[in-house]
């Protein structure tokens, strides 16, 4: 046996777990520290008291999942990135259906995780994992109740209401980093936008705009602090704005859009705004069909700042200018988070800011 002996004994039936359980706590430990040599198939055995198959099940596992990996006859090594410093999960509250349709943002940042994770020589992944609302009966949440256990995950993104993993292994198991996206609660640490409407107004204003609407998501129009906030804005730019042009829609029936910017634009209106900001990208190829319908041509009758998730932006027939969020930004400072609170090093990044669509350096 070599010196870094394992020194496990075990009679219970289910040995194919307990080699997995030890073995994978020995690493993480670090008694087994990245890049050392496991003990040989022969000592192992005898350390375990088990059957070579027994012993190569349990090996094939934990090269699977990324703890250990084999230099043919020279023997089994562990790996330089296993996934508990490598694996970043993201959970999602349910699963993208008719039923229950995700945002455009959340379709985003799946798309780039798994982007992330086929990279090239990537040493590091980013996981997709779905609770079903914390059901204890989901097959879903009880994957990512097993990950959390077995070490699989280097850190978590809550998507979604935080406090329904209260008191539950996501957010409560020792030297599990957990972050979440703002405005999400307290019981974690949150990532946080900066403000959109300053960047769309300022371009507004630059284009010589002075009568502007406002057209989001019911969600953010339902806080008290929107629309006072929106009218201050505008009226501090020496704008004007008007509670009749600001308008909240639901995300999941986002076709109103379309007629209520219809009429919003329509020749038949004594008054009509020559700037629109569309502040939810869920609502912008609708917002576009009715300024289509209403015969708006954009840019010349009106400016249009339309809300976008680079470099996944959503259509539109029109001319928009886009603002809004850099997803891969957003995956990096999440995985920076994670990185800081494993390491008990205090980091409180900055708000992800809003960019215009020619500061995103990579797209074409």
Known sequence: MKSNSLSFRTRSPVKQRLILDQLRHA????????????????????????????????????????????????????????????????????????????????????????????????????????????????????????????????????????????????????????????????????LQFAPFADRALDYLASRGRRKVAFVTSAGELASPQCASNWINLVQARGMMTDDRWIHGADIRNPVVVQNLVHLLMSSSQPDRPDGIVIGDDNLVEYAAAGLVKAGIQVPVEADVVA????????????????????VRECLQIFMKMINHRRSGEPFNPSPLPARMEDEISYLP
Not at 149 to 165: F, K, N, Q, S, W
Not at 316 to 324: E, H, N, T
């Open 27 to 190: 690493i993480v430990s670090g008694k087994l520290p990245a890049g050392s040599q496991l003990p040989t198939r022969p000592e192992l055995e005898a350390e375990f008291q088990v059957s070579s198959n027994t012993l190569q099940r349990a090996m094939d596992r934990l090269t699977a999942e990324g703890f250990i990996y084999g230099k043919g006859t020279i023997g089994t090594f562990v790996s330089s990135s296993p996934p508990f410093v490598s694996n970043y999960g993201i959970v999602f509250p349910y699963v993208n259906s008719e039923k229950n349709r995700w945002n455009r943002f959340w379709v985003a940042l799946k798309n780039e995780a798994e982007r992330f994770g086929q990279a090239a020589g990537a040493q590091q992944k980013v996981s997709i994992y779905y609770s079903d609302n914390a059901r204890s009966d989901s097959e879903e949440y009880q994957r990512l109740l097993r990950h959390i256990r077995d070490h699989r995950v280097a850190g978590l993104v809550i998507l979604g209401p935080v406090a329904m993993y209260e008191r539950s292994p996501v957010i409560e198991t020792p030297g599990l980093p957990v972050v979440a996206l703002g405005g999400l609660g307290e019981l974690v640490p949150t």
């Open 307 to 326: 809300h976008c998730n680079f470099p996944w932006p959503t259509p539109s027939v029109l001319p928009m200018k886009r603002l809004g969020y850099d």
